[in-house]
């Protein structure tokens, strides 16, 4: 397992395709992936319950961390950013204004490029007309939902797959 800071919603992280880790949406719940079942967000947000912003009551529910909103205009040197590395930005339960806020700061922060992986491809797709899609977003998925993911933002996708 790699590890992260998440003490706060960005970290310096040790995977190696990305540098820092950005947590504005926490959360997630079984997507039907096999992957699924060894969910390492899943995993730590109980380790961490009552903790770091992880409810003690269901520390894995999602929430939105607007205080973590602004992080990535804080830095100014070109970054490699894990979005959503606690859950799934594109869960059915992240809420459209709290979409468009992370949006918003993706869209400022031109001089970063922005990671995203997803078990839900066929949600970011239905909101794709309200969702520019910026060069600075990288997308990625399951191998179950890789054909979905380059059937749709071909331009964007990076080469890798995740459980």
Known sequence: MQKENIGD???TTKIEWCEKSWNPITGCSHSGSSGCANCYAKR??????????YPKDDPFRVIF???RLDEPLH???PTRIFVCSMGDLFHDDVDGFWLSAIWSI??????HTFLILTKRPERWKRLTPSLQLYKNIWLDGSPKYIKNIMDTFRKMLIAGCIP
């Open 65 to 67: 961390h607007p205080d």
């Open 9 to 11: 919603g960005m970290g």
């Open 75 to 77: 830095w100014k040197k």
């Open 44 to 53: 730590m947000a109980y380790r961490l319950k009552g903790r770091h912003g």
């Open 106 to 111: 993706i869209e400022r922060c031109y001089w």
